[in-house]
C-alpha cells in the first residue's frame, strides 16, 4: 500500500512540475543596462545554487520565495527605428513621419521547473507564473498590465555634415528576481529562478552626432 501512494504522489509532482525555460522579449533589446545588480541570465552557477538554497526549508503545501534584487534601475534602447549619416558637405534637411502604439507593459522570464500561463483579455495581455507564484510575490512587486498609447507626429531636423542621426525607442524600467520553490507534500516539485521587468517609461528619443 505504501508503495502505491508514493507512485501516485510522484506521478502527482512529475504532473505539476513541467519542466520550462522561457525567455522574455526583453532579452532581445538593442541594449539593455542594469545598475546596482545582475539579471536573472547573468547569474553563475555557483550563484544560482547557492540563492536555491535559500528555499530548501521544506513545506507541507505551497511556495518558499526569496527575493535577490528589487527595483534594480534599467534603461534600455529596444530598437534602432532609423538612422541617417550625412557624408555630403552641405547640410540636409531631414522629415520623419511617425505612428507608433505601446501595448506591454511587463515581462516575466523564468528558469528551471517554473512555468508560466499567458492569457489574453480585451484590455491587455498579462503573464503570470503557474501554481499560483503569482500570487506569492504579488504583496511585494507592483503590476502594471496594461499600456495603450497611439502617437503621431511629423519632424524635421538639419543634419550637418559628418553627422548622423538616429532615432530609436529608449525606456526605463525596473527589475526584480529571485527564486523559488514549490512544495506538495514535502517533496520539491518544482524549483528555479524567476525575474519580472517593469517598464516605468518608454519614449521616442532622436540623437544627432558627429561621426
Given at each position: 500500500?505504501?508503495?502505491?501512494?508514493?507512485?501516485?504522489?510522484?506521478?502527482?509532482?512529475?504532473?505539476?512540475?513541467?519542466?520550462?525555460?522561457?525567455?522574455?522579449?526583453?532579452?532581445?533589446?538593442?541594449?539593455?543596462?542594469v545598475a546596482g545588480g545582475k539579471m536573472l541570465s547573468d547569474w553563475t552557477s555557483s550563484e544560482y545554487k547557492d540563492y536555491l538554497k535559500?528555499?530548501?526549508?521544506?513545506?507541507f503545501l505551497g511556495w518558499n520565495v526569496q527575493f535577490i534584487k528589487?527595483?534594480?534601475?534599467?534603461?534600455?534602447?529596444?530598437?534602432?527605428?532609423?538612422s541617417f549619416?550625412?557624408?555630403?558637405?552641405?547640410?540636409?534637411?531631414?522629415?520623419?513621419?511617425?505612428?507608433?502604439?505601446?501595448?506591454q507593459k511587463f515581462?516575466?522570464?523564468?528558469?528551471?521547473?517554473?512555468?508560466?500561463?499567458?492569457?489574453?483579455?480585451?484590455?491587455?495581455?498579462?503573464?503570470?507564473?503557474?501554481?499560483?507564484?503569482d500570487t506569492k510575490i504579488k504583496a511585494e512587486v507592483s503590476y502594471s498590465y496594461e499600456s495603450k498609447v497611439t502617437e503621431s507626429y511629423s519632424t524635421k531636423i538639419l543634419v550637418d555634415p559628418g553627422?548622423?542621426?538616429?532615432?530609436?525607442?529608449y525606456g526605463e524600467g525596473k527589475i526584480y528576481n529571485g527564486v523559488?520553490?514549490?512544495?506538495?507534500?514535502?517533496?520539491?516539485?518544482a524549483e528555479g529562478g524567476f525575474e519580472i521587468f517593469t517598464v516605468t517609461t518608454q519614449y521616442y528619443r532622436m540623437e544627432k552626432r558627429q561621426i
Open positions: 500500500m505504501k508503495k502505491i501512494v508514493l507512485c501516485v504522489l510522484f506521478m502527482f509532482v512529475v504532473l505539476l512540475a513541467p519542466s520550462i525555460k522561457a525567455n522574455s522579449n526583453y532579452s532581445s533589446f538593442e541594449k539593455l543596462e535559500k528555499v530548501s526549508s521544506r513545506k528589487k527595483q534594480l534601475k534599467a534603461t534600455y534602447i529596444t530598437e534602432t527605428l532609423y549619416y550625412n557624408d555630403g558637405s552641405t547640410a540636409m534637411e531631414f522629415h520623419y513621419d511617425m505612428k507608433s502604439e505601446v501595448k515581462d516575466i522570464s523564468v528558469t528551471g521547473s517554473l512555468g508560466i500561463n499567458s492569457s489574453t483579455s480585451v484590455k491587455s495581455k498579462e503573464k503570470t507564473f503557474s501554481n499560483g507564484l553627422t548622423q542621426l538616429d532615432i530609436y525607442i523559488a520553490a514549490n512544495y506538495i507534500f514535502w517533496i520539491r516539485a
